[in-house]
């Protein structure tokens, strides 16, 4: 795009900045924060004003004290169940969500219409659900370190394999509902351990020697993400190495994972310095990387874009990290969740929009 095209699109996105905070003060948050009316985005958040939420595909999932509610992409209530939770913790994907506290015995799975309540005698401590609705949920069991059980998109129980050995701290179910990968950590190290669905011994197995990793989850393209506060590990998951990428001198705050990418939010730890932005493909190579000037908070990716939320503006980028459009004055954003047709979907005080740039 020339010069031209820039300054114009910047202009628009300003004007529909000032319309969005014009329809705020009459007390009315635009249901979409530009002129593309096509979708007809409409979400009704009474009662989940103050409330958890996460991405479901391109719905989304909220949790209050006393009730959770399942959305879909246009904003639509899928369902709206009664439970209350402590210390809640959410997870969605499309069409589905779950929901439970942590280390608590009770999980409730929202798959499209349908509630399902599961009870874990050992505590959950971990759940991932995968866009055709399998969960994996992992829990403390007598007599072993944990237990990892498998439930399908009707809820139904279907594999369980347990820890004996280690202590497990996460759990991932494969997108193509064929596989579940246990972290878990060692005296060693930290050990991925991968089962398929239709064995009961491992099929692969991976050590990460001297780190402590705290977060494992499949990629869009079926490869392992496996991720400690100094480092990024890319795993094939028949148990190969496919590549590693250290932080050095800087500390993660904040990650997420799109269509063949991840995206890592890094910050130095010297006073008055930023910090900067990197893409890594599901090898470990950059593709992408850029400093950043202003505080970043946060940021959440799906499909080929990224949402970076500033501490005073939202803005949305490509795989190439140009910016596409933001948004100016979004300190009160309560949550900020890139969707993969594209959009990125902004909830603050209780209203929820779509932000196209």
Not at 86 to 101: K, R
Not at 179 to 202: F, N, P
Not at 232 to 256: P, Q
Request: hydrophobic fraction near 40%.
């Amino acid at each position: 795009m020339n010069t031209r095209g820039k300054a114009l699109g910047r202009l628009a996105i300003l004007l529909v900045v000032l319309a969005v905070a014009a329809l705020a003060v009459a007390g009315v948050f635009g249901s979409r924060m530009n002129k593309k009316d096509s979708a007809g985005f409409r979400a009704d958040l009474s009662g989940f004003e103050s409330a958890a939420y996460a991405r479901a595909g391109n719905g989304f999932a909220a949790v209050s004290g006393v009730s959770c509610r399942l959305y879909g992409a246009n904003g639509d209530v899928l369902q709206t169940v009664s439970r209350s939770y402590s210390d809640v913790q959410i997870v969605g994907a499309e069409g589905c969500a779950a929901v439970w506290s942590e280390g608590g015995t009770g999980l409730t799975l929202l798959i499209g219409e349908q509630a399902k309540d599961l009870t874990f005698s050992g505590g959950v401590t971990g759940v991932d659900i995968n866009d055709e609705c399998t969960a994996a949920v992992l829990a403390g069991e007598n007599g072993y370190k944990g237990s990892v059980s498998v439930y399908n998109g009707s809820g139904d129980g279907i594999y369980r394999v347990y820890v004996g050995s280690g202590y497990p701290v996460d759990a991932a179910v494969s997108p193509d509902s064929r596989s579940v990968a246990i972290l878990s950590l060692t005296a060693e190290g930290s050990a991925v351990s991968v089962y398929r669905l239709d064995s009961e011994k491992a099929a692969a197995e991976y050590l990460e020697e001297g780190c402590s990793c705290f977060d494992l989850q499949y990629l869009s393209d079926g490869r392992l993400l496996l991720l400690s506060a100094d480092r990024a590990v890319f795993l094939k998951d028949d148990g190969r190495l496919l590549g590693r990428w250290e932080f050095g001198g800087e500390y993660l705050k904040d990650y997420a994972a799109g269509d063949g990418f991840v995206c890592l939010l890094l910050g130095r730890y010297h006073a008055g310095t930023g910090g900067r932005i990197v893409l890594l493909d599901t090898t470990g190579t950059v593709t992408a990387q850029q400093e950043l000037s202003g505080d970043a908070e946060g940021v959440s990716a799906a499909g080929k874009n990224l949402a970076l939320r500033f501490a005073d503006r939202t803005a949305v980028y490509d795989l190439g990290l140009t910016e596409l459009g933001s948004l100016e004055s979004t300190s009160s954003v309560q949550a900020v969740m890139m969707r993969p047709n594209g959009g990125a979907l902004i909830i603050t005080g209780g209203k929820a929009a779509i932000f196209e740039p």
